[in-house]
């Protein structure tokens, strides 16, 4: 039988792809009533989307194996694509740019098309692994996807810096390095404190903070590029292309992170998000 999550979430990738569908309508006839119904379908979007995890965490409940839905590959697209849509909304003030909500916007209907046609039991609710049963879970996984989805702005600033736009309020460049800088300082905290506790959950599931795992050293590597990013910016003074291309290599770091870990290299994670 068909979960109400499912049927919700399926709600909410159809969302997604009218939002895709009406900045393509705003790019079109330029008219500036479509941005505010943008808006208006990115908050509708976002509070189902929101609906929709907390009723898979409550149908797991009622199933008899209730935890929070951030425990397998299914349930960290989801998540990731929810993350994108929320740092969307807590930076709107800046992010008030069709081209850049279009992007994310784009990737966050990517990630639950993705996980919506997937086959396979992880759709389906499972029981938690033994190392997976623990409250650090959480915590790490939250604070690694809104870093996540912190880079992602980044990224698209930083693609979009390299490409002169005119019209359809297309955001300078200066602007664009501005927003690239401002979720670089959303997500570089946020993935420092993904580590650190990822590595207090290592000891509790493994019994050693740190292994060398493929997840773990992808995840130091992209922490490394982006504290590249801010050093470069403050010690050296960096701005324009230098700082863009680090932007674009640190989200190369990350999605290798997240999906290379779990589709060519194998390891503690490969289960996992």
């Known amino acids: 039988m068909t979960m109400i999550h499912h049927k919700i979430l399926g709600l909410v990738t159809i969302l997604y792809l009218a939002i895709f569908f009406l900045h393509i309508l705003y790019f079109a006839v330029k008219k500036e009533g479509l941005v505010r119904l943008i808006w208006v379908f990115l908050y509708i979007t976002l509070a189902l989307h929101t609906g929709g995890i907390i009723a898979r965490w409550i149908d797991s409940y009622r199933i008899g194996i209730g935890h ?9 697209l ?9 740092m969307l909304v807590l930076m709107k003030k800046r992010l008030s740019y069709p081209l850049i909500t ?10 639950i ?11 389906n609710i499972q029981p938690l692994i033994p190392a997976l049963q623990s409250n650090w879970l959480h915590i790490h996984v939250i604070t690694c996807f809104i870093s996540y989805a912190a880079f992602v702005v980044s990224f698209i600033c930083g693609l979009l810096y390299f490409f002169n736009l005119t019209g359809a309020r297309s955001p300078s460049r200066s602007t664009l390095e501005e927003i690239n800088y401002r979720s670089v300082m959303v997500g570089f905290p946020m993935l420092t404190a993904g580590i650190l506790t990822g ?11 740190w292994s060398w795992d493929p997840k773990e050293t992808w995840s130091l590597i992209t922490w490394i590029i982006y504290a590249l ?21 640190g989200f190369f770091s990350v999605i290798f992170t997240y999906f290379g870990v ?3 290299l194998s390891g503690l994670h490969s289960y996992a998000t």
Do not use: C, D, Q, T
Request: positive net charge.
């Open 262 to 264: 779990n589709f060519i």
């Open 68 to 76: 929070a839905p951030l425990s397998n590959f299914y349930e960290s």
């Open 102 to 111: 279009m992007f994310a916007n784009l990737i966050s209907l990517i990630l």
């Open 113 to 123: 098309g993705y996980a919506s046609i997937s086959s396979g039991v992880e759709k």
């Open 199 to 209: 590595s207090v959950w290592a000891h509790y599931a493994w019994g050693s903070y």
């Open 78 to 86: 989801i998540f990731f694509s929810w993350s994108i849509s929320f």
């Open 229 to 249: 990013f801010l050093h470069a910016r403050f010690v050296r003074g960096w701005k324009g292309k230098r700082i863009a291309i680090i932007s674009i290599i």
